[in-house]
């Protein structure tokens, strides 16, 4: 478990420490909230987020072949990283849903239980019946499974949660690669951080395990950056305020984003404000250059995100362009194997470098507190 906001249990057990750095869930452990969410490390580069009143069972921890059960409420996956040959699969009353591409995807437990596609592909199971899922579709899933578009305009908190938890954890990953490309850039330029892969480290500042890749750079589905040490210098960057979570207030006349301060709204729709339970700090947030997460607001909906993160594009583009944090302009890096990398670097993203991800120890100095192996609900070893 990486962080709770509000009220959560394990086996019925309340979670008191609301940094379960060293929490886990085991085979058929369940993990429940009521008013609270909760966040959930998988494999390296895979987020669970599980909504308010709701409910998860572990069912296999395994990282090559992960398999969680919602059993009530709802849950949002941020797949930023799917490695080639590892199996990672939802059940969700009765059926089977196998994500098959980076991306994000919703699930409800409730009456009808269903999932999304927000970004990516899945495969859904009810039986002998199979429907596949792409971007913008949803299905009920019942016998008779059909696919349907996704309401993209449609409010949704853990949404929104979702969107504020994965910038900060973008910010904390990219303090963290920046401490290992300090102390061992050679190294990571030929092989991975001392010859080891993908993994999570523990940033004491941000207390939140961040995720760095084996080598290149990752976007999320929101549009934050996640860069390996290797390739961290030329990450683009924007020192903003973020937060660690949040909730909307409601008062029916607000609006579909807030800006960062968390105390004004635009527009028309149904939110007005969004509140945390810790003041935001103001950190440099690696971004997608090719589509860039919108800065300074926090959206309701994907309608909304996407709208915002335009307008971020198009002041970057009137402004001179995305910088790196030494002020020169960054560079464009090109997708490859779900990752990416710049052309005439001749580093390779996407997949993993050694793979140290069972938990190897890295000593980074005092940005780091010390080092982390691989940290997750799924089970692995911590050092």
Do not use: C
Request: a neutral charge.
């Amino acid at each position: 478990m990486n962080y709770i906001e509000g009220h959560a249990s394990i086996n019925g057990q309340p979670v008191v420490d609301k940094d379960p750095r060293a929490k886990f869930l085991n085979a058929n452990d369940t993990l429940s909230t009521d008013a609270g969410k909760a966040e959930v490390l998988l494999t390296p580069g895979v987020f669970l987020r599980v909504g308010d009143n709701s409910e998860i069972r572990m069912i296999s921890p395994s990282l090559t072949d992960t398999q969680i059960e919602i059993t009530r409420g709802e849950a949002m996956l941020e797949v930023d990283d799917l490695v080639k040959g590892n199996h990672l699969a939802i059940i969700d009353h009765g059926a089977s849903i196998t994500l098959v591409k980076n991306g994000l995807y919703r699930f409800t437990a409730d009456v009808p239980p269903t999932a999304a596609v927000l970004e990516g592909k899945a495969q859904v199971y009810v039986g002998e019946k199979k429907v596949e899922l792409g971007k913008g579709h949803e299905t009920v899933l019942a016998d008779n499974l059909k696919t349907q578009k996704f309401d993209t305009k449609k409010e949704d908190e853990l949404y929104a949660w979702s969107n504020v938890r994965s910038e900060y954890e973008a910010a904390a990953s990219y303090q963290a690669a920046k401490s290992l490309s300090a102390s061992n850039v050679n190294s990571w330029w030929s092989s991975g951080f001392f010859g080891y892969g993908p993994g999570w480290f523990w940033d004491p500042a941000f207390s939140t395990w961040g995720w760095l890749p084996g080598s290149g750079a990752f976007y999320s589905p929101f549009g934050w950056g996640f860069y390996s040490p290797g390739v961290v210098v030329y990450a683009p960057v924007v020192t903003t305020p973020v937060w660690r979570g949040g909730h909307w207030n409601h008062n029916g006349t607000g609006s579909g984003t807030t800006s960062g301060s968390g105390t004004t709204g635009t527009g028309n729709g149904n939110w007005h404000q969004w509140r945390s339970p810790q003041n935001p700090v103001t950190a440099a947030v690696p971004l997608n250059p090719n589509r860039p997460g919108a800065i300074g607001s926090v959206a309701a909906s994907p309608w909304a995100n996407n709208a915002a993160r335009m307008s971020t594009a198009h002041t970057f583009a009137a402004t001179g362009g995305l910088r790196t944090a030494s002020g020169a302009p960054a560079p464009v890096f090109s997708a490859n194997r779900g990752g990416a990398a710049m052309p005439s670097s001749g580093v390779a993203g996407g997949g993993p470098v050694g793979g140290w991800s069972g938990g190897s120890a890295a000593h980074v100095g005092s940005a780091m507190g010390g080092g982390g192996g691989h940290v997750s609900a799924a089970g692995a070893s911590r050092k």
